[in-house]
Nanobody
Framework: QVQLVESGGGLVQAGESLRLSCAAS????????MGWYRQAPGKQREFVASIYSGSSTNYAGSVKGRFTISRDSAKNTVYLQMNSLKPEDTAVYYC??????????WGQGTQVTVSS
């Protein structure tokens, strides 16, 4: 069974940085797309960033220029470097992988809280 394990969330002040990591356990599968979503209290889950196997990336407009997504395909790991954090970035962040063999896999979520 494939699982995603996230780490790196926490409480920071506005303007500071955090780096999230998400690693997939298991074997026998490939991953085409890795991404991050977030869900703030009382709001719907929203797209943050994605990275494809060829390393092309996409970002939500609200994080472009502040967040950077990267991946280590050999380790089945995706990272989200978050700089210049704002209080409105406060949310539970979820990683997600798409595997042609398995489909979509979601992590359990990690809390990011940015104080003003």
């Amino acid at each position: 069974q494939v699982q995603l394990v996230e780490s790196g969330g926490g409480l920071v002040q506005a303007g500071e940085s955090l780096r999230l990591s998400c690693a997939a356990s298991g074997s026998g599968f490939s991953i085409s797309v890795m991404g991050w979503y977030r869900q703030a209290p009382g709001k719907q889950r929203e797209f943050v960033a994605s990275i494809y196997s060829g390393s092309s990336t996409n970002y939500a407009g609200s994080v472009k220029g502040r967040f950077t997504i990267s991946r280590d395909s050999a380790k089945n790991t995706v990272y989200l470097q978050m700089n210049s954090l704002k209080p409105e970035d406060t949310a539970v962040y979820y990683c997600t992988f798409h595997s042609p063999q398995i489909g979509d896999i979601w992590g359990q979520g990690t809390q990011v809280t940015v104080s003003s």
